[in-house]
């Protein structure tokens, strides 16, 4: 059956112009603009690479879509675009991350996990440590003042060094960077 180079580009899901580009190449034959259907898709089949049928079926198999769905359906020069705008993306994270302006959001956790545990425990030794002076105190409100006070010292001592006693050459390497955000 002879079928325009439109039509055989609907039957094997591409475009026209990659149905062109074949008849140009000599890969598929045309005669007065018109192409037999059975000879071009044997030509296609006999000139299909194996290993794109197998990685395919592998993607499938995976349960993986065949191409990206954020690529799926974008043409050469707008999937190159949007490769080249995540690649843009990853640079700049990276230099970021070199920079000291991006932190590994685990290692914010896991400072945040320490901070708390040992706010925790030393909160939870303040009534041992004060147990003495709040048996001795004889009345309701200085009770509470010095559990107060202790608990406020407690807080107070967290926020000023709340991850333990800095790394060496910490502190001259915040004031580095602070001036820098000066400029």
């Not at 000023?160 to 790394?167: I, R, V, Y």
Request: with cysteine; charged share 30%.
């Amino acid at each position: 059956m002879n079928v325009t180079p439109a039509e055989f580009a609907r039957h094997i899901g591409k475009t026209r112009q990659y149905v062109n580009k074949l008849i140009r190449s000599g890969r598929i034959s045309a005669r007065d603009g018109r192409l037999d259907l059975e000879k071009g898709l044997a030509a296609i089949a006999a000139q299909r690479d194996p290993a794109h049928d197998l990685r395919t079926e592998q993607s499938a198999s995976a349960g993986q879509p065949a191409e990206s769905s954020a690529l799926a359906g974008l043409g050469y020069y707008e999937a190159r675009a949007v490769r080249e705008q995540v690649q843009a993306k990853l640079l700049l994270l990276e230099l970021k991350k070199r920079e000291g302006k991006l932190i590994d959001a685990d290692q914010i956790l896991l400072a945040h996990q320490k901070v708390f545990s040992t706010l925790r425990s030393n909160l939870r030794g303040i009534p041992r440590k004060l147990a003495s002076r709040l048996a001795a105190a004889k009345k309701e409100a200085e009770c509470e003042r010095l559990l107060a006070e202790a608990i406020d010292a407690e807080l107070k001592r967290t926020v000023e060094k709340p991850f333990g006693p800095a790394p060496r050459g910490f502190g001259r390497q915040v004031a580095k960077n602070h001036g820098k955000h000066r400029r």
